[in-house]
């Protein structure tokens, strides 16, 4: 069976019991069902839990792009299935390696471990990355390329591998019994995501959620991969920082009916609609300052999902010169602001 890739497919979460990373951490093992690639020499079990990787301890430097590590980290880089089999991700640049050990520093709670740093032979640490792991590796520039997957690697200096965050839990489809009071910490606002497939808009929204201060993600079937590499790239390490649960409808009405939220659908303006749909105005944001709500948004290309529709109450973002809808990121930007927390928005103004 081929490597599971998650660049613009669908991701499906691995058929695992509820399953948060924190119990996973001592063991590097995140249970899956999903069937992985075995014809190389990286190391995954015939159960297709996948061993944990180890580096010897006397490796610090690695030259060759056909070593088993890098063989290793460029599988947890291309496929969904390995990365969560083997509970690491492969973070590439200074900046978000520097904003993920910032907010790691900055939390009550340790979600966040960093295994290896991996850096040019030869080059200087990166200012604020000297005490992030009890591990670092040097590799040649050959390396460093093939591990990026740039063409140029002027601009990165490290690679971090870690472990997915503690705050990532995944729910298995035919659960029925879960403890949705563990997912969020706050879960006055919460993003949902229905069926967004591309890995640029999703990990841009969970940025702009991050920077607004909602209190997590909540992922419906057909989204990608929160760590994949270019959703990774574009949230700049915000899934490390944010609560993301993947789950399915009936997870989803659990959360709203024990928190009793509002769900509100961003929806294209439509002079045919049957249904009403709201515009997004300053009174509509005032109306709901003390409301907990749950933000669906739907792809670009297919919006929101058949049922997304019927259950929420819809809210579009009123534009001028005839156009029909905006890239779900930037619409997503506008509503993440206009709704974000009461506090958060009092605080910008002042």
Do not use: M, Q
């Given at each position: 069976m081929q490597i599971m890739q998650c660049i613009y497919t669908t991701w499906t979460p691995p058929l695992s019991k509820l399953t948060s990373t924190k119990s996973k951490l001592s063991t590097g093992n995140i249970q899956t069902q999903i069937h992985i690639n075995k014809d190389d020499d990286v190391g995954v079990d015939d159960d297709s839990v996948g061993e944990k990787f180890r580096l010897p301890s006397n490796v610090k430097s690695i030259t060759s792009t056909s070593n088993p590590f890098v063989k290793h980290c460029l599988k947890l880089?291309?496929?969904?299935?390995?990365?969560?089999?083997?509970?690491?991700?492969?973070?590439?640049?200074?900046?978000p390696i520097r904003e993920i050990y910032k907010f790691e520093r900055s939390s009550q709670e340790r979600t966040v471990r960093i295994d290896c740093l991996l850096l040019l032979d030869k080059a200087e640490?990166?200012?604020?990355?000297d005490d992030i792991s009890n591990f670092t590796l040097r590799i040649s520039p050959m390396v460093m390329k093939k591990l990026s997957g740039l063409q140029s690697i002027e601009s990165i200096e490290a690679i971090a591998l870690m472990k997915i965050p503690a705050t990532f839990f995944n729910i298995n489809v035919n659960q029925k019994d879960t403890?949705?009071?563990?997912?969020f910490p706050s879960p006055?606002?919460?993003?949902?995501?229905?069926?967004?497939q591309d890995p640029g808009n999703l990990g841009t929204l969970l940025r702009s959620a991050m920077a607004f201060k909602w209190g997590g993600v909540f992922l419906l079937p057909g989204c990608c991969d929160p760590?994949?590499?270019?959703?990774?790239?574009?949230?700049r390490g915000a899934c490390f920082q944010l609560s993301i649960v993947s789950g399915s409808w009936c997870h989803l009405e659990a959360l709203k009916d024990e928190f009793q939220m509002?769900?509100?659908?961003?929806?294209?303006?439509?002079?045919?609609?049957?249904?009403r749909v709201l515009r997004l105005s300053q009174v509509l944001v005032e109306s709901l300052a003390d409301v907990p709500l749950c933000l669906v948004l739907g792809s670009e290309g297919h919006g929101l999902s058949e049922k997304s529709?019927?259950?929420c109450e819809l809210v579009s973002i009123q534009m001028a010169g005839g156009f029909e809808s905006l890239n779900v990121s930037v619409a997503g930007g506008i509503f993440l602001y206009m709704l974000q927390p009461k506090k958060q928005r009092i605080s910008h103004q002042e």
């Open positions: 880089r291309h496929s969904s299935s390995y990365r969560h089999s083997h509970g690491s991700v492969l973070v590439v640049g200074t900046t640490v990166p200012e604020g990355l403890d949705c009071r563990s997912w006055h606002r919460i993003l949902v995501l229905d069926g967004i760590f994949n590499e270019k959703a990774l790239r574009a949230s509002k769900l509100l659908g961003g929806h294209p303006e439509s002079n045919e609609e049957a249904r529709e019927r259950l």
